[in-house]
């Protein structure tokens, strides 16, 4: 694991702790949890990507 692959996972970690505590509030805000999901989804897909490559390099 790569320095950049492991700061995705605390990013998409830390978006994933934003997302639950606006789905637990009183009030939530339907926008900010659309928003949340939605970075929540690319920045999943760009360690996808990531994966992808490390093991095209490998099988290479």
Known sequence: ???SSFRLMQYHQRID??????IARHWPDAFRIQKLKRLK????DRLQN????????KAQ
């Open 50 to 57: 990531y994966a992808r490559a490390v093991r095209a390099d």
């Open 1 to 3: 694991m790569t320095i």
């Open 17 to 22: 702790r934003e997302l639950r505590a606006e």
């Open 41 to 44: 989804l690319a920045v999943k």
